[in-house]
Every structure is written in C-alpha cells, then in structure tokens.
C-alpha cells in the first residue's frame, strides 16, 4: 500500500504537520513510490530466493524470469532511498519504547511478552495515522494488522525523533525470515519493494503476466484516527517538536 500524503485533501486539514512531517523525511520515497507490480516476478522471487553467506556482506540471490538476482542490505537501502537511515544501531527496550509511546498519548497497558504489539487504535488523531503508514506501507506482515510490534514501534520512535532507525535493515531481515520459512511456506510478502529492486538491478526484465494492484491509502483514515476507543480518554498528544517545521513553530508553538 501506498501512503495519502495530500495535505491539501479536504478531510487532512487536521494531519497536515504529520504530513508534512513524513512528506520531508527520508521515508518519503519508500511509503509512497507505486511501480507496476507484475505477479510472475514477485513469485518467481520468493520461489527462488535465497540466502548466500559465502561472500560478505551477505546478500540474498533469486531466479527471476530467467535472469539472476542479488542485492544486499545496502542495496535495498539506496533503492528504497533509505541511505539516510542507516547508522549505528539505537537500542531501546520495551519499556523504553513504552514510555516513549506514552508521550504520545498512547493509552494501551503495556503489551505482554507472549505478544508484545503496541496497539494502533490506543493512539489518537496524527499519531495514530503515522502508526497506520509504518503498518501499512512498511510493516512486513500481510494486512488486517491494527498494531506495531516491537521491532517497528521502536523503529516508528526512533524515525520521529530524528534517530536513526535502519528501516532497511529491518525490512532486509524480514525478508530473510520469509526465506526462512518454517516448512518452507513463504508468501508474496513486500510486492511492492520486490518490485522496485527488480526495476533497479533488472531494468531489461521482460514485462510479462497480470499485475498486481498497489492500493492507496483510503481517505477515510483520516475520519477514523479521529474516534477515540471506550477504554480511553482521548487525551491531547502533540507531535514532538523536532517533527514541526520552523515555520510552524514560529507562527504557533502547539504547545
């Protein structure tokens, strides 16, 4: 899926600094780039992806239309434009990201260990979109998801305090868990990023079989971070400051 990043659509006037926001950071390009998809490549690659360890930096190698594929973590970095991102790795523990969250307005408990998911809908209004973008167009799981877990709700903390998050190493070792798929059952997990890869490391691929559908983001996200769960109550959370721009911090400090 592909990020609504129209800060001048009518039902966005209330989100228009997290758009902002997103529209100026170095995730830009990956949350909303929309190549055609074809299906025969996306399958080929995850019936023939593998991982090659022989030579470093390890990188993962497919057979897609006939043609030989590979690329390294630092290759899925300058494709989706994430190079930006990459730098020495912030820890942050549970409980970090928890509290973290809760400057937020995050209103959930503190998830247990047997499934540690910071639930979207415990988020109100900008936050809560930003939450659905990383799940929508960055999480590696397939959609109906309504939560982060805690891999990508460090990675959303870190990314909205200027941090550096290495998205793209995320996103490589997740790809890598699909090809290690217990019982060998894979699934067409990242269509869209598998595809701008090819585009870059394949540009002469045959274009060949259906495409996929690359939706966009519905406008009615914006309607539903709005509403407020029963168990909570709504309370006001600001974007941290660092996330506005000069020009809006000079005109009203929303503080």
Not at 41 to 55: E, Q
Not at 132 to 141: E, G, P, Q, S
Request: glycine share 6%; hydrophobic share 40%; aromatic share 10%.
């Amino acid at each position: 899926m592909c990020a609504l990043l129209d800060e001048n659509f009518e039902k966005a006037s209330s989100y228009r600094d997290a758009i902002k926001w997103l529209k100026s950071s170095h995730i830009h390009y990956a949350i909303s780039h929309s190549p055609t998809i074809y299906e025969t490549h996306v399958r080929d690659f995850w019936g023939t992806a593998v991982m090659n360890v022989s030579v470093q930096p390890s990188r993962i190698c497919a057979k897609v239309g006939g043609y030989d594929l590979e690329f390294t973590e630092a290759d899925l970095a300058r494709i989706l434009r994430l190079e930006e991102d990459v730098g020495e790795e912030v820890s942050m523990t549970a409980e970090e990201v928890y509290g973290a969250l809760r400057t937020a307005g995050y209103e959930g408990p503190m998830p247990g260990e047997k499934k540690m998911e910071f639930v979207k809908s415990y988020l109100i209004q900008e936050w809560r979109y930003i939450a659905h973008v990383f799940i929508m167009c960055l999480d590696h799981r397939k959609g109906g998801t309504d939560g982060l877990n805690l891999d990508w709700a460090r990675a959303m903390v870190l990314f909205c305090r200027g941090q550096k998050a290495n998205l793209a190493k995320l996103i490589f070792n997740y790809l890598l868990e699909n090809i290690h798929a217990t019982k060998g059952i894979k699934w067409l997990m990242y269509p869209r990023f598998i595809q701008m890869v090819l585009n870059d490391k394949l540009p002469n691929l045959p274009v060949v079989g259906a495409e996929l559908k690359v939706w966009d983001m519905h406008s009615r996200i914006f309607k539903d971070c709005k509403s407020v769960r029963s168990d909570c109550v709504g309370r006001t959370a600001y974007l941290w400051e660092n996330m506005y721009t000069a020009e809006r911090l000079m005109k009203s400090k929303p503080r």
